[in-house]
């Protein structure tokens, strides 16, 4: 389920290849505001087309790539926004991809879904180019847009109607979950809806589509810290049943609490892959000391960063064997000591932080 776009913030045809905005995205009468408006003829258009989608309540047959890519490069004139980018998603996998403002993460979801056309190499849906043959690869699929533009002048009711007929189904008792669970009002027309409300509109359909895949980008913007709760949720029941999540996130502790690997973009390049444990076993242990007396001077130790973390207390940045630090404490009085795996986000930003130094 992918609604385009077009620039200006309009919902546009989800059909590539059609002229006609008014009749195929939003119906042809404009209210009395000056929106347009769903209307009896198109949902009696969507009625008519014929059903290509599969049932809302099969789950992948197999194990095989959900997201694949091969060597995949996106430039806009000059500027490289994305560079040989090689991505594998296993079906049934919750997949993290992290990455700031710019680096690449909503040209790489443009690519997979077809609206953008890649540069060079490839990229499919289980095994499907979206750009070559749209409708097919669409057909397993549910996109949330990190902005979420929709129809003003429809509720959230209507909202899911539509949006359902278009993917050729919903499961409609899981979509009434859902509203309970996000707390949605969907009697209020779009146009009343703050943007977390809105956010939940696109989250709610998404999820109630029972796709194969579920693409999501930076999908809690707005979202207040309940409603972060039960997406978590959602996203669970979604991997239990089988579905595939490729989630772009700025919000680490999310990716971390949710996702099997990640993979971390920083400036159109993959710089780094693997699962929590992967990650963390390349990257430095962290140990807090605090000392009975003045902190000593543990800067000659190989392989130890050393920075204060308060009076008489170090933080202790440890790559490689522990031991040469084990032994210069042994010879210091000390009174508190402990010791914890690096989380997500210092392994997000030590990656940046060397690109920096650099």
């Known amino acids: 389920m992918v609604v385009k776009h077009r620039p200006g913030g309009r919902p546009a045809s989800p059909f590539r290849g059609s002229s006609d905005f008014s009749t195929v995205g939003c119906g042809k009468n404009p209210d009395a505001a000056g929106h347009l408006r769903l209307d009896a003829d198109l949902m009696q258009q969507l009625d008519a087309l014929p059903d290509q989608r599969p049932s809302v ?5 197999d194990r095989a790539e959900a997201i694949s890519t091969r060597a995949l490069c996106k430039r806009y004139g000059a500027t490289v926004a994305l560079e040989n980018l090689e991505l594998s998603v296993r079906a049934g996998e919750v997949y993290g991809y992290l990455g700031p403002n710019g680096a690449g993460k909503t040209t790489t979801i443009r690519l997979l879904l077809g609206l953008h ?6 990229c499919a849906l289980f095994g499907v180019n979206a750009w070559r043959d749209p409708v097919a690869a669409h057909r397993r699929v549910a996109y949330v847009a990190g902005e979420p533009f929709l129809w003003p002048a429809l ?15 919903t499961d409609a008792a899981y979509r009434d979950v859902l509203v309970e669970r996000f707390q949605l009002e969907t009697e209020k027309k779009i146009r009343a809806l703050s943007k977390g409300n809105r956010q939940k509109v696109l989250l709610i359909a998404a999820f109630a589509s029972r796709a194969d895949l579920l693409i999501l980008d930076e999908p809690t913007a707005g979202l207040d810290p309940l409603m972060e709760v039960a997406f978590r949720q959602t996203v669970v029941e979604a991997k239990e049943r089988g579905q595939t999540v490729f989630l ?16 971390i973009l920083r400036a159109g390049r993959m710089v780094d892959e693997g699962t929590l444990s992967e990650l963390r076993h390349l990257s430095a242990q962290t140990i807090d000391v605090t000392f009975d007396g003045p902190a000593p001077n543990l800067e000659a130790i190989a392989g130890v960063h050393v920075a204060s973390a308060g009076q008489n207390a170090l933080r202790l940045e440890v790559s490689g064997s522990i031991g040469p630090l084990i032994e210069a404490l042994a010879k210091h009085p000390v009174i508190a000591l402990s010791s914890r795996e690096p989380s997500l986000e210092e392994i997000f930003l030590h990656h940046y932080e060397d690109a920096g130094a650099a």
């Open 57 to 61: 309540a099969r789950a992948p047959s």
């Open 117 to 122: 056309r890649a540069s060079s190499g490839s």
């Open 155 to 169: 509720t959230s009711t209507e909202t899911f109607q539509f949006l359902a007929r278009m993917h050729g189904g």
């Open 248 to 263: 772009s996130s700025h919000i680490l502790s999310e990716v971390e609490a949710l996702c099997d690997r990640v993979g």
